[in-house]
Nanobody, 123 residues
Framework: HVQLVESGGGSVQAGGSLTLSCRVS???????MGWFRQAPEKEREGVAS???????KYTDSVKGRFTISRDRAKNTHYLQMNSLKPEDTAVYYC???????????????????WGQGTQVTVS
């Protein structure tokens, strides 16, 4: 059974940086790893994805600021977030997918394993 555990959230001033980590246990990442976020009263939004072949995707609002990566030896994925803005404030979730459709778009319905979420607050 695949389990995901996030860490690294916190509070930061606008323009600052944070790195989120997602440790995967109990199996592999499948076809994709992804990061999603959900702000209060908003729908969950796909932020970034990393496919098994190394292909990455980003939602437009974070392109050039966020970077998704992995350390295979540590079975851990990362989301490096730079130039943070107040609108980046949300609960961030790590997710993994066994669904090949995750390669087409960062959609929560294509991801079947989820972490517990970590709060990121930008002021």
């Amino acid at each position: 059974h695949v389990q995901l555990v996030e860490s690294g959230g916190g509070s930061v001033q606008a323009g600052g940086s944070l790195t989120l980590s997602c440790r995967v246990s109990g199996g592999t990442s499948g076809h994709c790893m992804g990061w999603f976020r959900q702000a209060p009263e908003k729908e969950r939004e796909g932020v970034a994805s990393l496919e098994s072949d190394g292909t990455t995707k980003y939602t437009d609002s974070v392109k050039g600021r966020f970077t998704i990566s992995r350390d295979r030896a540590k079975n851990t994925h990362y989301l490096q977030m730079n130039s943070l803005k107040p609108e980046d404030t949300a609960v961030y979730y790590c997710a993994a997918s066994d669904d090949i459709r995750c390669k087409y778009e960062i959609t929560s319905s294509y991801f079947n394993y989820w972490g517990q979420g970590t709060q990121v607050t930008v002021s």
